[in-house]
């Protein structure tokens, strides 16, 4: 090589070495996870703006009452257009939500139960009274005529007076053909590798929405709600001990819906 061509390749090389790295990301692309927060909301490089509207709103219209929007379906006050998109879309990816408060550091599962009982034990603050009006309205809603949206919608006010907020911007609801006699399933948060927006993932069974009570419905949310709540506290929700029928119990008490039994939060293999 030409003494000019190796003085070329050596200072590109040095270029090279010494160009600014975004801190944020590893060689590979992917956030440091240097904390639960970061874990939570890893931010990706190719982070698209906002397309999340339009992507749910050019479904074919045989799915499209499986998700839910501002516009249509069962009207729910309070609920923005954001926050039904990070309930529903596996891909969005809100930015600046990294000082969301969590516990510092994993519990024991009994911490984690004492929490809960403790918080659902506590009085009503004024935004979890608010949450409890706007859950009595929508319970009150005729069941033939509430569509599958409106328990998307209910999440967040379900999670703040139910969860003490834990579980906000932390899960991914999805209305989905579940397989055998399975009402519900939650998963943990996956591995990051297949969506930037990594939540944990509560899937409930689209023939349930036909074949079971309205409260069987609201049951079955609550019983995932209280797994995605353990994946938070403890990142292990896979059992249902005697203390998680318990707290079933506990929070079917606390939503006090007339007509919502213990036995409609508690399913078969609580018992
Ligand atoms: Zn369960």
Not at 154 to 162: R, T, W
Not at 245 to 258: I, P, T
């Amino acid at each position: 090589m030409a003494l000019w061509d190796t003085l070329c390749e050596n200072v590109r090389a040095l270029i090279d070495s010494t160009a600014p790295v975004d801190a944020r990301y590893d060689a590979n692309g992917t956030a440091p996870r240097t904390s639960l927060q970061q874990r939570d909301w890893p931010q990706s490089p190719q982070r698209e703006r906002d397309p999340t509207h339009e992507r749910l709103d050019n479904q074919p219209t045989s799915i499209s009452k499986w998700i839910a929007r501002l516009e249509s379906g069962t009207f729910y006050p309070d609920i923005t257009r954001e926050e039904l998109s990070i309930i529903q879309d596996r891909r969005y990816l809100p930015s600046g939500r990294y000082d969301y408060p969590r516990p510092d550091q994993l519990l024991s599962k009994n911490e984690a139960y004492g929490r809960l009982r403790a918080f659902l034990s506590g009085p009503e603050n004024d935004s979890e009274r608010h949450a409890h009006n706007n859950l009595e309205r929508a319970w009150s809603v005729p069941a033939n005529s509430v569509t599958p949206d409106l328990y998307i919608k209910i999440f967040n006010d379900l999670d703040e007076l139910l969860f003490d907020g834990q579980l906000c911007n932390r899960v991914l609801v999805t209305w989905e053909d579940l397989h055998g006699d399975l009402l519900g399933n939650t998963s943990s948060r996956s591995n990051g590798n297949c969506c930037p927006a990594d939540r944990i993932h509560i899937q409930l069974d689209r023939n349930m929405f036909y074949e079971e009570s309205k409260a069987k419905v609201w049951g079955t949310l609550v019983h995932e709600m209280l797994h995605a709540y353990m994946f938070v506290m403890t990142d292990d929700a896979s059992a249902h001990p005697r203390e998680f029928g318990n707290a079933c119990r506990a929070l079917g008490r606390a939503l006090g819906l007339q007509g919502l039994r213990g036995d409609d939060v508690i399913h078969d293999e609580d018992r």
